[in-house]
T-cell receptor, first 111, second 112 residues
Framework: ELKVEQNPLFLSMQEGKNYTIYCNYS?????LYWYRQDPGKSLESLFV?????AVKQEGRLMASLDTKARLSTLHITAAVHDLSATYFC???????????FGKGTHLIIQP | NAGVTQTPKFRILKIGQSMTLQCAQD?????MYWYRQDPGMGLKLIYY???????DKGEVPNGYNVSRSTTEDFPLRLELAAPSQTSVYFC???????????FGPGTRLTVT
């Protein structure tokens, strides 16, 4: 059974600081996705990582994938309040059998 | 493009009632999915479909049924609603795999 663990599950940080969210998964996969969810809203796709060593950046967010360690990271640089949200990583085993999600990291960025 | 649409947005059911959650997409995606999200948790896959007429169970299919008669629509049927089915239900679609999934706005369901 594929398990996906995120940590931390809750993070409160100040604007301007850097931080990293970690996503570990239990079985071999080279397909990892990051999503953002605002309170009461749907999920918005952030990054799709499809190979070992993949790195993608969008604004203050950067995601990477290490398939050998079964680890993905989402790094936040110089956080701003607008990045406050819940961030989910999700792993696809292959084929079309959907995504397995972590529990999410609830991020609050305070001025 | 409307993307992925879901109806209704909210619904309250009594125990034992049945209902159908509607999902439609206008992106001509072959792959469609139903997930549920319980409070403070990630999403769990209920059912998925890789094309019209083809469906398969996900991680938590008990108490649900699906059908896929067209590429655009993927309704989720709840039979004999139970309090454990209180959740937010998201429908998603993708062009193929491995491609990002696009999520609908969700249906918040309460069973009392």
């Amino acid at each position: 059974e594929l398990k996906v663990e995120q940590n931390p599950l809750f993070l409160s940080m100040q604007e301007g600081k850097n931080y990293t969210i970690y996503c570990n998964y239990s079985t071999t996969s080279d397909r990892l996705y990051w999503y953002r969810q605002d309170p009461g809203k749907s999920l918005e796709s952030l990054f799709v990582l499809l190979s070992n060593g993949a790195v993608k950046q969008e604004g203050r967010l950067m995601a990477s994938l290490d398939t050998k360690a079964r680890l993905s990271t989402l790094h936040i640089t110089a956080a701003v309040h607008d990045l406050s949200a819940t961030y989910f990583c999700a792993v696809e085993r292959g084929g079309a059998d959907g995504l397995t999600f972590g529990k999410g990291t609830h991020l609050i960025i305070q001025p | 493009n409307a993307g992925v649409t879901q109806t209704p947005k909210f619904r309250i059911l009594k125990i034992g009632q049945s209902m159908t959650l509607q999902c439609a997409q206008d992106m001509n995606h072959n792959y469609m999915y139903w997930y549920r999200q319980d409070p403070g948790m990630g999403l769990k896959l209920i059912y998925y479909s890789v094309g019209a007429g083809i469906t398969d169970k996900g991680e938590v299919p008990n108490g649900y049924n699906v059908s896929r008669s067209t590429t655009e629509d993927f309704p989720l049927r709840l039979e004999l609603a139970a309090p454990s089915q209180t959740s937010v239900y998201f429908c998603a679609s993708s062009y193929s795999t491995p491609y990002e999934q696009y999520f609908g706005p969700g249906t918040r369901l309460t069973v009392t």
